[in-house]
């Protein structure tokens, strides 16, 4: 077969055929697209009704609560800290103390310290803590237990140190010796 010839005419039938079609595909796209359209507008429509029904107004004051309540458990949650971190090194400067007790055989009677508080020793800042107890023990271990705590708190001293020696003429009152001291430690927590 060999190439048809078409005249003009049936060229311009068959050009217009082509342009009918693609004119068609492009109306059942555009049609599609309008109803698609038509179908997103509605839900669109729904959900700013649904937006605007809720009522954000009263969600405010909740927000509101709900933050003052978290600044007031965050502020706690720091108190909490503090005093938990006294407990720990009072713990340990305590802890210490037993020790130091211990090995100069003495008998530590009543013992309590006080809250770590801030201070500053030499322009430096710092904290402190103190502590008071009553030992008893014969003389010469009261004194090495005095020695033993200026020597074992390496940021720390005794303050304060009051004996009692029995008389030894009197035999009812008991022979052992007392003794109260008051010991000042100092911590630093730099940053």
């Not at 007031?72 to 949650?77: C, R």
């Not at 007790?101 to 008998?107: F, L």
Request: with cysteine.
């Amino acid at each position: 077969m060999k190439g048809l010839k078409l005249s003009k005419t049936s060229w311009l039938i068959l050009s217009a055929g082509i342009f009918v079609v693609i004119l068609a595909g492009l109306g059942v796209t555009r049609s599609q697209q309008l109803q698609e359209q038509s179908i997103l507008e509605e839900e669109l429509g729904l959900s700013t009704m649904r937006v605007d029904t809720i009522q954000v107004s009263h969600l405010r004051p909740q927000l509101e609560e709900l933050q003052q309540k978290l600044d007031e458990s965050e502020s706690q949650l720091n108190e909490v800290r503090d005093r938990l971190r006294q407990t720990v090194v009072s713990v340990d400067v305590t802890e210490k103390y037993f020790a130091i007790a211990e090995y100069c055989d003495v008998v530590i009677e009543n013992i309590s310290n006080t809250t770590i508080s801030s201070g500053t020793i030499g322009g430096v800042s710092c904290f402190e803590t103190s502590i008071s107890a009553t030992v008893t023990g014969e003389v010469e271990d009261i004194v090495n237990f005095l020695i033993g705590l200026n020597e074992g708190y390496t940021t720390g001293y005794v303050q304060s140190t009051q004996i009692t020696i029995p008389d030894e003429s009197d035999e009812s009152i008991d022979s052992e010796a007392s003794a109260s001291f008051q010991l000042v430690v100092y911590s630093y927590e730099g940053i």
